[in-house]
Nanobody, 122 residues
């Protein structure tokens, strides 16, 4: 059973950067599509990125502040976030589903982490 644990969240000032990590255990991530999501207070969960062995997909092509990558040896997927602003305050989750093709719709994901909180405030 794949297990995911997010880390790297915290408090940061506007304009700052954070790198979130999603560490997997129980199986190799190379067989999965991995998505990063966030849920702000009072809002629904939204997809930020989707990575697979085939390609990487960002739903909001205009947002070039977030970049996802994978370190296969560490079985870890990262989300690098730059130029953060208060609207980025949210709980950030990673999730995975077996299979390639960078399909990461929320309902299709099989495994979820518990999330890590990011707070952007001056």
């Amino acid at each position: 059973q794949l297990q995911l644990v997010e880390s790297g969240g915290g408090s940061v000032q506007p304009g700052g950067s954070l790198r979130l990590a999603c560490v997997a255990s129980g199986n190799s991530l190379e067989w999965y599509s991995i998505g990063w999501y966030r849920q702000a207070p009072g809002r629904g969960r939204e997809l930020l990125s989707c990575l697979s062995d085939v390609n990487t997909y960002y739903p909001d092509a205009r947002n070039n502040r977030f970049t996802t990558s994978i370190h296969k040896a560490l079985n870890t997927v990262y989300l690098q976030m730059t130029r953060l602003n208060p609207d980025d305050t949210a709980i950030y989750y990673c999730a995975a589903r077996i299979g390639s093709g960078a399909i990461c719709t929320i309902s299709s994901m099989d495994h979820w982490g518990k999330g890590t909180l990011v707070t952007v405030s001056s």
